[in-house]
């Protein structure tokens, strides 16, 4: 990530990032790439951290969505049956991801380790201190591993996950 495009990050004037002018934290975390029979490079994300209130607006953004689909979908012949359970579950379900994700990857830059292409990956969803990601160029399925696990965010500690 360049210097200008990390500033804004930072200060939450990035385009990737207005949420930080909502009330939430922004933080670029140290991590690396690695891929089966790679060796590892660095690489950088862009983490949000969201409070409650945020959380809770997004889930009911989504829940809305959902839900206003579902009430159109009462009028399409046949097809209600099935569209008008599905988007009222699918609400609900996204709703609950939503309400959990305290900390969402917004963003990631590096090199990718097969490839060796300096690119921004994309990137989306709840950050966890291990995340899968597709390099656009390579197509090989990497994975993001933050360093040191969670340490630099605000929050409760995370567990470890076996990793040694």
């Not at 990050?9 to 991590?31: H, I, L, P």
């Not at 939503?98 to 690119?119: A, I, M, Y």
């Not at 994975?143 to 470890?160: K, N, T, Y």
């Amino acid at each position: 990530m360049d210097e200008n495009r990390a500033d804004e990050t930072a200060r939450g004037t990035g385009t990737q990032t207005g949420e930080a002018r909502a009330g939430c934290d922004v933080v670029e975390v140290s991590a690396s790439l690695t891929a089966f029979g790679t060796s590892p490079t660095r690489a950088r994300a862009v983490v949000v951290i969201q409070g409650t209130g945020r959380r809770a607006a997004r889930a009911l953004a989504a829940l809305g969505a959902c839900w206003a689909l579902a009430l159109v979908s009462v009028f399409v012949p046949v097809a209600h049956f099935v569209l008008v359970p599905a988007f009222t579950v699918a609400g609900v379900v996204v709703a609950g991801l939503r309400l959990r994700e305290d900390r969402r990857l917004v963003g990631v830059s590096g090199t990718c380790p097969r490839c060796g292409t300096e690119q921004e990956f994309e990137a989306g969803g709840r950050f966890e201190d291990s995340r899968t990601l597709d390099c656009p160029r390579c197509h090989q399925l990497l994975r993001l591993i933050a360093e040191p696990p969670s340490e630099h965010l605000p929050g409760p500690p995370r567990p470890d996950r076996g990793r040694a």
